[in-house]
């Protein structure tokens, strides 16, 4: 192939060391193709063709290049080492969701993973999955430049102290949420696109005593589905926690309710806050719905709010610091 010609040259030299390796020795760069077999060793002349072969020959830390455009698994993948996955420029590499499972797990913890430039979604005609990526962990997970598309779940499902970070990254079109996260799961979210999600945009769902949940969004947009169902963000207690959403720079548009603030039960430490700068909340039905002792939205002066239907609970102005 050409592609593999080219890459054969340009990483000659690391092929050569990596193939003076010996049969057991873990690569940091591991290869993935079309035509790879999982009984090869996963070097750039001897590509393996499943992402599970690929975890196994990769080091602790290391890289997984996707040569070309193909599915590489055919299960849920569980990722148990730091490592990054990553598809060539020009490729697909796509992962999919099927046999009531997530394209990707990650259940251990203190991992860095990386996906970049990867598609992750659904297989027609097969048994569906779940979710796109779930983090169960106290794990770090980046998504760059990627795709989560089409599931019959969240995009991306994080919970426990996992953290997520996405950024230049389409989520579109799934049944739950963009991304969803429960008890202390954080997420960065920055330069992304989040659309037509039947469940909405971000939420943060926080239902464990004495838990803390955030998210953070940045210079992103948020589109609802096409009857306005769904919030663009929530923050949500019914016990003694706290959820926070910040939204910045962002548009939110054709929602349900483009910000949701919910609080309920617990004995009087449930908390839920939605704060919003520099932001247009445009053709909603609701602006904003702000419902429940502790819950409050908090927007500042440069919001622009125009043609939303209505709204409900109230808004707290922000005080520029």
Known sequence: MIRRTVLGSAFAFAATLLLSATAQAQLFRA??????????ACTLVAPCRLLPAALTAVADGGEIWMLDSANYNTATVTIGKSVSILAVPGA??????????????????????????????????????????ELVSASNLSIENSVIANLPGHGAYVTGSGTLNMTDTVVRNNSGAAI??????????????????????????????????????SDSLIVGYSNGIGN??????????????????????????????????????????????????????????????????????????????????????????
Not at 31 to 40: E, T
Not at 101 to 130: D, E, F, Q, W
């Open 180 to 217: 969803r996260l429960q008890e202390t799961a954080r997420a960065i979210i920055a330069t992304s696109k989040l659309l037509g999600n039947i469940q909405g945009g971000v939420a943060v769902a926080c239902d464990v005593p004495a838990t803390i949940g955030q998210a953070s969004i």
């Open 232 to 321: 663009g963000v929530v923050a949500s207690t019914s016990t003694d926690a706290t959820a926070r959403v910040s939204v910045s720079r962002s548009t939110i548009t054709r929602m349900s309710s483009a910000l949701r603030a919910s609080s309920s039960g617990g004995t009087g430490q449930s908390i839920s806050q939605v704060h919003v700068t520099g932001s247009s909340i445009v053709e909603n039905i609701n602006s904003y719905n702000q419902a429940g002792t502790g819950s409050a939205i908090y927007s500042l002066g440069n919001n622009l709010y125009s043609g939303n239907t209505t709204s409900a609970g109230s808004l707290t102005p922000m005080v520029p610091q």
């Open 31 to 40: 290869y993935l193709a079309s035509d790879g077999n999982d009984a090869n």
């Open 92 to 133: 697909v590499g796509s992962l999919v969701a099927l046999g009531g499972g997530p394209a990707l797990s990650i259940t251990a913890a203190s991992l860095k993973i990386a996906l970049r430039n990867v598609v992750i979604g659904p297989v027609i005609g097969a048994m569906p999955g779940t979710n796109g990526v």
